[in-house]
C-alpha cells in the first residue's frame, strides 16, 4: 500500500487509528458546548485547505482500508447494497459526480478521459482500470451505483423525488449508525425518519423535506451528524448488533480513552440531473477519546456537551450506559474556560 | 365490533380508515376474521347493486373467527373462502393483474392482512393508497427479524423469539410497507441471557 493510506482494520484487532494530520482537519461536529437537533444546512463549498471541506468527495488516509472493509461487509450481506429497478439513472449521475468530482480533484489518484460516451476510469490507490460505455450497465461489472460506491468513502442512499416528498429506493449502507436500508427502502422521508424522537415534534423533519424538494443541481448542501461508537466499527448496523452490543458494556474508566469512539457524519446532498434524484452521502469519521482531546479546545467542549445531553437522545443515540464513565473520563480535560464559537481547533 | 382505535403511532406505521364504497366498475374485497363485519356493513350503507360487480376474498382471522358464511351470503359475483392469506395470494395476485382501470380494492381486517394486500398491489404497479382499508379484530403482529430477515406471523407477546433464529426480539413500531411487517431487534444484544419478561400486547 502507499505511503497516503494506512493499512488498518475496522473489525477484529482494530489497527485503526489517526495520524496527527488526520486529528487536526477531524469534522468536530459542534459549534458550541451544548447540542439539540437542528436542520443546520450550509452550503456544501469548497472548504480551507487540507480540511474536509476542501474538495466535493473527501479522500483521507483511510481510504483503501475502509473499501477493503465495505468489500467484507458486502461478501458478508448482499443486502445492504440495493437499488429498486427505476433508481438505475440515478445511480449513473451519482457515478458521473463521483468520478468527475475525484479525478478533478485528486488527479495524483483519479483519471477520468471521456471519448463520447465511451469512458475510461483509473483509481490509482485501488489499482482499478475500467474501459465502460456511460449509460450502458452490461459495460461495468455490477450497477453504477454499486460500482463507485465500493470505491468511495461513505454510506450513499438515493432518494426518488415524486408526490411532493423524497424516497428512500437505492443505497450503499455499510458504515451506518444503526439504521436498516433492507427495512427502510422504498419509505418517504417521514417514514424513514419515523423513530427520530423528539424532531418530529420540533418540525425538523417538515422544514428539512421543504428545503430539500428545492435543492438546486449545482448547488449542494451539507451537515454533520453524529454519535458515539465503542472500538472503530464502521459496520454498526443493526443487523449484526448482537455481535457489535455486548462490546459496549465492557468499558471501563481504564479503556475508555482508547475506545470510546466520536462518530461523526458529514452528510451532503446533491441533485442530480438526469433523474431530479438527491444523492446522499453519509460520510463516517471515527476519533477515539484519546486523539480528541489532543485539541484542548475539543476535550474541554466534548465534555459539557456530554455531560448535558439529555438522556432520552444519549438513548437514542445508543450511549446512555456508558455516558457516566465519558462525562468523568472527558472532565479531567475540562479546566472550565471558554471556548471560542464555531468548531474549528483555536 | 367496530373500527380499532390505536393510539398514535410514529410516521411509518399506516393509518386505517373505514371502508366505504367508492363509484367503480369493479371491486375487489379482501377480508380476515371480523374484517367481514366491515364488508357487511359497507354493503349494507352502500345498497346490494355493487355485490354484481365484487369479488370477495375471505380467510379467518388469527384469532380463528371465521365468518365466511355471513360473507358468502351475501351473493357477490365471486366469492372465495381461502384457509390464510399464503393460500389466497396466488389467486389474488392474478385478480389485481388482472383488475381493469376503475376497479376499487378495499381490504378490512388484521394489520398483517393490510398490509399483504397492498404489498401486493403496489407489486402490480398500482399506488399502495389506492387501496381502501379498515382495520377489525386482532392486533397481533407481523415482524421482520432485523438480524436474519425470517418474519414471524401473529406475534403476541414482546419480547418474543424469532421463529426462525431464535433470537429474542423486541418489537418496534417501525414499519415497512416494502416488507408489510414491524420490526424486530435483538433485546439482549448488549447483554446476552438478560431477557425482560415477555408481556402480552397484541391480542
Not at chain 1, 449502507?173 to 436498516?180: E, L
Amino acid at each position: 500500500m502507499s505511503l497516503d493510506f494506512n493499512d488498518e482494520t475496522f473489525r477484529n484487532d482494530f489497527t485503526f487509528k489517526n495520524s496527527p494530520k488526520a486529528i487536526k482537519r477531524f469534522p468536530f461536529p459542534f459549534p458550541e458546548d451544548s447540542y439539540m437537533y437542528s436542520v443546520n444546512m450550509e452550503p456544501h463549498v469548497p472548504g480551507p485547505k487540507g480540511s474536509v471541506f476542501e474538495h466535493m468527495f473527501d479522500v483521507d488516509e483511510h481510504y483503501v482500508a475502509e473499501m477493503r472493509d465495505r468489500a467484507q461487509v458486502l461478501a458478508d450481506d448482499p443486502l445492504r447494497c440495493q437499488s429498486l429497478p427505476h433508481m438505475e439513472l440515478a445511480g449513473w449521475d451519482l457515478l458521473e459526480l463521483i468520478m468527475e468530482s475525484k479525478a478533478r480533484d485528486y488527479p495524483q489518484w483519479f483519471e477520468l478521459h471521456k471519448n463520447g460516451n465511451h469512458w475510461h476510469w483509473i483509481n490509482r490507490p485501488l489499482q482499478i482500470e475500467q474501459k465502460f460505455t456511460f449509460m450502458d450497465p452490461t459495460t461495468l461489472p455490477c450497477g453504477p451505483m454499486e460500482y463507485i460506491t465500493r470505491q468511495t468513502q461513505g454510506d450513499f442512499t438515493l432518494q426518488d423525488q415524486r408526490d411532493e416528498n423524497l424516497w428512500v429506493e437505492a443505497g450503499m449502507v455499510t458504515t451506518q449508525a444503526d439504521w436498516s436500508l433492507d427495512f427502510d427502502i422504498g419509505m418517504n422521508f417521514h417514514q424513514w425518519h419515523a423513530p427520530v424522537p423528539k424532531a418530529h415534534e420540533m418540525g425538523v423533519f417538515d422544514r428539512a423535506l421543504k428545503f430539500l424538494l428545492k435543492l438546486q443541481h449545482g448547488a449542494p448542501v451539507r451537515r454533520f451528524n453524529w454519535t458515539m461508537t465503542v472500538d472503530p466499527l464502521l459496520d454498526t448496523s443493526p443487523e449484526n448488533y448482537p455481535k457489535w452490543g455486548p462490546g459496549k458494556t465492557t468499558m471501563t474508566p481504564e479503556t475508555i480513552g482508547s475506545r470510546q469512539h466520536l462518530r461523526v457524519e458529514l452528510q451532503t446532498l446533491h441533485r442530480l440531473p438526469r433523474s431530479n434524484a438527491i444523492a446522499f452521502p453519509i460520510r463516517c469519521y471515527l476519533i477515539r477519546f484519546e486523539e480528541l482531546v489532543t485539541v484542548p479546545k475539543w476535550g474541554r467542549r466534548l465534555h459539557r456537551v456530554i455531560r448535558d445531553i439529555p438522556d432520552e437522545l444519549a438513548t437514542y443515540k445508543g450511549f446512555l450506559r456508558n455516558k457516566p464513565l465519558m462525562v468523568d473520563y472527558l472532565a479531567q480535560f475540562d479546566d472550565g474556560a471558554p471556548t471560542s464559537p464555531g468548531f474549528w481547533a483555536d | 365490533m367496530t373500527k380499532t382505535e390505536f393510539e398514535p403511532s410514529i410516521k411509518s406505521r399506516p393509518v386505517y380508515g373505514v371502508l366505504e364504497a367508492a363509484p367503480g366498475l369493479a371491486h375487489l374485497i379482501v377480508a380476515d376474521g371480523e374484517g367481514a363485519d366491515a364488508v357487511t356493513e359497507m354493503i349494507a350503507r352502500a345498497g346490494t347493486a355493487m355485490l354484481a360487480s365484487t369479488h370477495i376474498i375471505y380467510m379467518p382471522g388469527p384469532n380463528g373467527c371465521d365468518k365466511s358464511a355471513a360473507l358468502q351470503a351475501l351473493g357477490a359475483a365471486q366469492f372465495r373462502s381461502s384457509p390464510s392469506f399464503a393460500a389466497a395470494s396466488s389467486r389474488l395476485a392474478k385478480v389485481v393483474a388482472d383488475a381493469h382501470m376503475g376497479t376499487q380494492i378495499y381490504v378490512a381486517g388484521t394489520e398483517g392482512l393490510i398490509a399483504q394486500v397492498c404489498q401486493a398491489v403496489a407489486a402490480q404497479g398500482l399506488p399502495y393508497e389506492s387501496v381502501h382499508t379498515e382495520h377489525r379484530g386482532s392486533t397481533v403482529r407481523r415482524v421482520q427479524c432485523v438480524h436474519c430477515k425470517g418474519i414471524t406471523e401473529n406475534v403476541t407477546h414482546d419480547p418474543f423469539k424469532c421463529s426462525h433464529c431464535g433470537l429474542s426480539l423486541f418489537v418496534r413500531d417501525h414499519f415497512s410497507r416494502r416488507i408489510a411487517a414491524f420490526q424486530g431487534v435483538n433485546i439482549d444484544a448488549e447483554d446476552p441471557g438478560l431477557v425482560p419478561d415477555s408481556v402480552e400486547r397484541f391480542k
